[in-house]
């Protein structure tokens, strides 16, 4: 099956980019130019109405969003790639606990800290609890590592590893600073899936 990612390369579907690379899915790139404002066309409009990315499209026509979502489905549709633990496992509830972290906990409090630093919502008010609660969860979570589950990488170090280089590159608080993230980071950035998707 021939799948089409909306992409573009400064974009979260960078993440969604490297997991097909990490599964060997046969896939073509829809470059989404938001300088021409194409992520609000009709046409792309049609296809998520949230005018967002990553928005992959499967060949039967179904509509995958949310990189948590995406690298879950992935993972499934391609067992032999080893990166999801079977139903019903432990292992698998870990890896799908970080799958959803990493978008209901991690980015928003990032957003909060970077766009907000000086007046941060209550802790008690939000699901993320507050930054450096989401930080020092990673750091407890990559303990002693080199993965999410330990020795194993899984779909789950994907996401965690690209948004956490992805926050470091952007000067996000803590990130430089824990060896326990930059040693995870080093990790999972090395992969030859990474730097295929990382090359244009």
Not at 136 to 152: C, D, N, Q, Y
Request: hydrophobic share 45%.
């Amino acid at each position: 099956m021939t799948m089409t990612l909306y992409y573009n390369p400064q974009s979260r579907a960078s993440v969604a980019r490297w997991m097909l690379e990490e599964v060997g899915a046969d896939y073509q790139l829809q470059h989404i130019d938001f300088t021409k404002g194409e992520s609000r066309s009709p046409a792309f409009l049609a296809v998520n109405p949230m005018g967002k990315i990553p928005t992959l499209v499967l060949d039967d026509g179904t509509v995958l969003t949310e990189n948590g979502a995406i690298i879950a489905w992935l993972a499934d549709a391609f067992p032999q790639a080893a990166l999801m633990p079977p139903p019903g496992s432990s292992a698998r509830g870990t890896v799908l606990r970080w799958l959803f972290f990493c978008g209901s906990c991690f980015e928003p409090a990032l957003t909060d800290r970077m766009m907000r630093a000086d007046a941060p919502l209550s802790k008690q008010a939000v699901g993320w609890g507050d930054y450096d609660d989401v930080v020092s969860a990673i750091e407890k979570a990559l303990t002693p590592g080199p993965f999410v589950l330990g020795t194993t990488f899984s779909a789950a170090d994907v996401y965690l590893g690209a948004s956490l280089a992805w926050a470091g590159k952007f000067g996000a608080p803590r990130i430089a600073d824990s060896r326990v993230i930059q040693d995870y980071v080093g990790q999972v950035t090395a992969r030859e899936a990474f730097v295929r998707a990382a090359g244009n």
